[in-house]
């Protein structure tokens, strides 16, 4: 099914060049594995080729189609994006495999790109300026570099092994080291003093645990000082890194949601907590290389504690 939001003709961008990806970062001899820096360099370019063509699509016509329900859309734009990527960073390594949101598993490569080409695909369909390009690089189910570069706002939020940095429309790119909010007496603040950012409840979590989701929404509702469903889990992580949210949680998540948002978390003193059990593994709230892969997580700004929402996000990311 698919619906049309006007009768405009659709804009397509040319696809960005591969070879302006590749001469931006200092890339590796052949036959030697990328560093994480150079990581983070190529993902960078890699966004930002990508997002013209999404700032002219937003807020302008174009289809939309159903994926799974009418909350779970796409729209040519996020598979012509995912397979932009897929080209330019192919090219720019050689080396590389791909799990993406519309693409699934590419490729037999060392480099594992975590790819959601929109993420907040309702946003970017609704017209509403929160939605992003999340790319991960990973080795061995470790990221160790990512990149969240929301085009609307000219936000780029990215982690290597040093840090985490934020380059904005203003100002060039700085590390990203919040200080931490806490109480006058230095204790983390109250629950009642912090904002959550989620996309809990989701229609399928109300479908599968109805009266209990909403009872878990409720509870976080009257816990914590504000509540927004942003529907956006890479720049919810990312906000929460910038300090301009405390915490942002999910119950059911896809390593392409998170997996560049939870590094850019870490890297700039925050805690990712991952709940669930997936594949053979399992998370208990513990901080972990292959956190990415969780079903269920809470992320917490620097200085923040958040025992409610880890609670209830662990329930509900481990009974689905």
């Known amino acids: 099914m698919s619906e049309s939001n006007t009768s405009a003709a ?6 960005p060049s591969s070879d302006d990806v590749a001469s931006a970062a200092e890339l ?7 560093s994480a820096q150079q990581l983070r360099g190529i993902a960078k370019e890699a966004a930002w080729a990508v997002g ?9 016509q174009m289809d939309i189609d159903i994926k799974t329900s009418a909350h779970d859309l796409v729209t040519i734009y996020d598979k012509q994006t995912e397979q932009q990527l897929v080209q330019l960073l192919s090219q720019a390594i050689p080396d590389s495999r791909f799990t993406g949101e519309e693409g699934g598993a590419q490729g037999s490569g060392r480099v594992e790109w975590i790819i959601d080409p929109i993420d907040g695909t309702s946003n970017f369909a609704h017209g509403f300026a ?6 991960a690089a990973a080795l061995d189910d470790q990221v160790i570099a990512g990149v969240v570069y929301d085009p609307v706002n000219e936000l780029t939020f990215s982690a290597d092994d040093d840090a985490a940095y934020l380059q904005t429309r203003e100002q060039p790119e700085q590390a990203l080291k919040p200080t931490p909010k806490l109480a006058a ?9 912090l904002n959550l950012v989620t996309s809990f409840p989701g229609a399928e979590m109300l479908a599968r645990r109805g009266t209990e ?21 890479a720049l919810e ?5 910038a300090g301009w949210a405390d915490v942002a949680a999910g119950g059911k998540t896809n390593p392409w949601d998170v997996a560049a948002g939870q590094l850019v978390l870490r890297r700039a003193g925050g805690r990712y907590l991952p709940f669930g059990a997936r594949g053979g593994r399992s998370w208990e ?8 892969l969780a079903p269920g997580y809470v992320g917490l700004a620097p200085g923040v504690e958040a025992p409610t929402a880890a609670r209830v996000f662990a329930d509900f990311a481990y009974r689905g």
């Open 10 to 15: 659709q804009p397509i961008a040319p696809s």
């Open 28 to 34: 590796p001899s052949a036959g030697e594995l990328p």
């Open 52 to 60: 013209p063509a999404l700032r002219l699509a937003f807020r302008a």
């Open 130 to 135: 929160m939605f992003s390009v999340s790319i």
């Open 185 to 193: 007496d230095g204790d983390p603040r109250r629950e009642n003093q």
């Open 213 to 233: 989701a909403l009872e878990g929404f409720a509870e976080l509702v009257t816990t914590y000082s504000s509540v927004r469903r942003v529907i956006s889990g």
């Open 237 to 241: 992580l990312c906000h929460a890194a």
């Open 285 to 292: 709230g513990a901080e972990s290389p292959d956190a990415h």
